[in-house]
């Protein structure tokens, strides 16, 4: 993290820079948060830091212990369930509004997502850009909807979400398939067929959420 401007207030950058930190990986999900360590680093007092601490703790992103030990946050497999249960839910919506709404641009926009995931270099990118292709093509998909209730609703569910990704995904890249599931189902929404889009994303979601469980089982047994 570099040191901070002073364009904006400094709790706002504070937030902002611990924030990308964490859900890019660079703060790693259990690592320990001090506050006197984050303002050395980030050039700052320590008050901007604890109320950006603060915001991050009413987001789920960071939390604390009996001892008030700050760290960033790890979830379990009972928050990947649930989580996934939730986005399962609301892409399926998400998709079918697509198939109504999205614009001949959109889908254009939604094609070139997926040929730059095709032709990522699995080996060269990093993981925080691997996330943000996933990010992209679902969250373009939710825009197209044209529910914004349904977009805000899912922004939240994929802050919390790369939150688990980044954190199973540091172990295992193959946890993220961002090829031939997202072109399958952007041949559904182009074809203009709910039913058909619906059961991808379904298919899609569950293989991600299988994926990820088996990650974190598997990081649990070698911890």
């Known amino acids: 993290m570099a040191p901070l401007a002073r364009r904006q207030s400094l709790?706002?950058?504070a937030y902002q820079a611990l924030r990308a930190a964490i859900l890019s990986g660079e703060l790693p999900s259990g690592t320990?948060?001090?506050e006197t360590q984050l303002a050395k680093q980030l050039q700052v007092s320590r008050t901007p830091i604890r109320e950006a601490i603060r915001q991050l703790q009413q987001e789920n992103?960071?939390?604390?212990?009996?001892?008030g030990t700050l760290r960033v946050a790890t979830l379990s497999m009972q928050d990947a369930v649930q989580l996934y249960t939730c986005r399962i839910a609301l892409e399926q919506l998400s998709v079918?509004?697509?198939c109504e709404n999205a614009t001949s641009e959109e889908l254009d926009n939604l094609h070139q997502l997926v040929l730059t995931a095709e032709q990522s270099d699995r080996e060269n990118s990093t993981h925080a850009q691997l996330l943000d292709l996933d990010y992209q093509f679902h969250r373009s998909i939710a825009r197209s909807s044209k529910n914004l209730w349904l977009v805000s609703l899912l922004d939240q569910v994929f802050d919390q979400m790369a939150l688990l990704r980044i954190q199973t995904l540091q172990k295992n890249p193959k946890v993220l398939e961002i090829r031939k599931e997202h072109r399958e189902i952007y041949a559904a929404i182009a074809s203009r067929s709910p039913e058909q889009a619906t059961q991808m994303v379904v298919t899609h979601l569950n293989a991600s959420r299988d994926?990820?469980?088996r990650e974190i089982e598997r990081m649990r047994q070698s911890s």
């Open 11 to 13: 709790q706002a950058q």
């Open 96 to 98: 079918a509004g697509a």
């Open 61 to 67: 992103l960071v939390t604390s212990d009996i001892a």
């Open 32 to 34: 320990r948060l001090v």
């Open 211 to 213: 994926r990820v469980l």
